[in-house]
């Protein structure tokens, strides 16, 4: 079984609806991250969470929120979808002390918005 | 602000060639660099971390090096194939403890 699991995999919505992207992860990390990538572009940080308490935003956290259920859970929300926001959506996690500061990807969602 | 930036954006080379793709980063306060290989529409896959203190790291036909002072990584694959086909990113790790990525170079082995 996958690290670092992601749901959904790929979601079509339509301008104006609410969206949550789900992370789950089984490798006890405290720290957990979401990225999105959009074509031609690296993958940039939405937000990130160093424990169930912090919570902080990342370079492009507008019209993005998340919620840190537990510490093997991180959902990203979009509380009103609009086309731009159409991307490649990453979950990542690291271990505090983890060995070089190693970041674990998850699978990616593929969200559009119509 | 740390920004990396990689050259070649794409290539396409035959197989069996040895090639290298760049990556270059402005600001040399970091703890470390990552490699990660990414397939179409896939997720990352990590290939090589190099600590900031490391000068290269090897992994079968993948050899990464690190040049601090200088802001500069390269990636270097021996003997290509047609199966390393992919968009390769690298990534700092920036002392305000985020990573940071650069756009990625495709590249495309041909048979």
């Known amino acids: 079984d996958a690290d670092v699991t992601q749901t959904p995999r790929n979601r079509i919505t339509k301008t104006g609806k609410r969206i949550m992207l789900e992370c789950s992860q089984t490798?006890?990390?405290?720290?957990m991250y979401w990225y999105r990538q959009d074509p031609g572009l690296g993958l940039r940080l939405i937000y990130y969470?160093?424990?169930?308490?912090?919570?902080n935003k990342g370079e492009i956290s507008d019209g993005y929120s998340v919620s840190r259920q537990a510490q093997a859970k991180f959902s990203l929300s979009l509380e009103s979808a609009i086309p731009n926001q159409t991307a490649l959506y990453f979950c990542?996690?690291?271990?505090?002390?983890?060995?070089?500061?190693?970041?674990?990807f998850g699978p990616g969602t593929r969200l559009t918005v119509l | 602000k740390q920004e990396v930036t990689q050259i070649p954006a794409a290539l396409s080379v035959p197989e069996g060639e040895n090639l290298v793709l760049n990556c270059s980063f402005t600001d040399s306060a970091i703890y470390n660099l990552q490699w990660f290989r990414q397939d179409p529409g896939k997720g990352l896959t990590s290939l090589l971390l190099?600590?900031?203190?490391?000068r290269e790291q090897t992994s079968g036909r993948l050899n990464a090096s690190l040049d601090k002072s200088s802001g500069r990584s390269t990636l270097y694959i021996a003997a290509s194939q047609p199966g390393d086909s992919a968009t390769y990113l690298c990534a700092v790790y920036n002392q305000g403890g985020k990573l940071i990525f650069g756009q990625g170079t495709e590249l495309s082995v041909k048979p």
């Open positions: 190099i600590q900031s203190s490391q």
């Open positions: 490798k006890g990390h405290d720290r």
């Open positions: 990542a996690t690291r271990g505090r002390g983890t060995t070089y500061n190693e970041q674990f």
């Open positions: 969470s160093f424990d169930v308490k912090d919570i």
